[in-house]
T-cell receptor
Framework: DTGVSQDPRHKITKRGQNVTFRCDPI?????LYWYRQTLGQGPEFLTY????????KSRLLSDRFSAERPKGSFSTLEIQRTEQGDSAMYLC??????????????FGPGTRLTVL | DAKTTQPPSMDCAEGRAANLPCNHS???????VYWYRQIHSQGPQYIIH???NNETNEMASLIITEDRKSSTLILPHATLRDTAVYYC??????????FGQGTTLQVKP
């Protein structure tokens, strides 16, 4: 297994544009998480899925943000009408099926978003 | 989830043990202590976790005090590649990790 992958690795966009990121988790993992990380800060939890069900969303996830995991495999994170404050690293992680492994998360390399 | 307190930065000489402390005085009985690290420009990497007993794996050792209010991550023989930000997190098995600002460990030759 090649681990968690994210695409693209870098994205530069203009304010007001929509962007979409993709995350491919480790194949046997049923949980998938999205985090956001700004410079000098630790990652902040955004949302997570168990299979295709989105079980929790942070209040950080405004109406402009939407995440999906339609078939319980890969996930997408879309940001509509981007703002400069959305500039950050967006990290995806996955974890296994048992409760004891939920917090042992495998992270992808992240997508760095720059909003001009 | 309980909050943790870590020193913002630490230095360690290459080949020596790195001991990274973490205070979590409000930890609940069902919460575990997790350690992750993040090497520059990479995603965080899971290191180790424990509930109340000391734990050791191929990467590190975790020492948890008897009252569980603090813990220490030990890298027994630090190398330059261990230079990273180390995060101590306390969490029950929810999958929701709350990262603080961590400790930046600089391993020096």
């Amino acid at each position: 297994d090649t681990g968690v992958s994210q695409d693209p690795r870098h994205k530069i966009t203009k304010r007001g544009q929509n962007v979409t990121f993709r995350c491919d988790p480790i194949s046997e993992h049923n949980r998938l998480y999205w985090y956001r990380q700004t410079l000098g800060q630790g990652p902040e939890f955004l949302t997570y899925f168990q299979n295709e069900a989105q079980l929790e969303k942070s209040r950080l996830l405004s109406d402009r943000f939407s995440a999906e995991r339609p078939k319980g495999s890969f996930s997408t994170l879309e940001i509509q009408r981007t703002e400069q404050g959305d500039s950050a690293m967006y990290l995806c992680a996955s974890s296994g099926r048992t409760a004891s492994s939920y917090n042992e998360q495998f992270f992808g390399p992240g997508t760095r978003l720059t909003v001009l | 989830d309980a909050k943790t307190t870590q020193p913002p930065s630490m230095d360690c000489a290459e080949g020596r043990a790195a001991n990274l402390p973490c205070n979590h005085s409000t930890i609940s009985g069902n919460e575990y202590v997790y350690w992750y690290r993040q090497i520059h420009s990479q995603g965080p990497q899971y290191i180790i976790h424990g509930l109340k007993n000391n734990e050791t794996n191929e990467m590190a050792s975790l020492i948890i005090t008897e009252d569980r209010k603090s813990s220490t991550l030990i890298l027994p023989h630090a190398t330059l590649r261990d230079t990273a930000v180390y995060y101590c997190i306390v969490s029950s098995n929810t999958g929701k990790l709350i990262f603080g600002q961590g400790t930046t460990l600089q391993v020096k030759p």
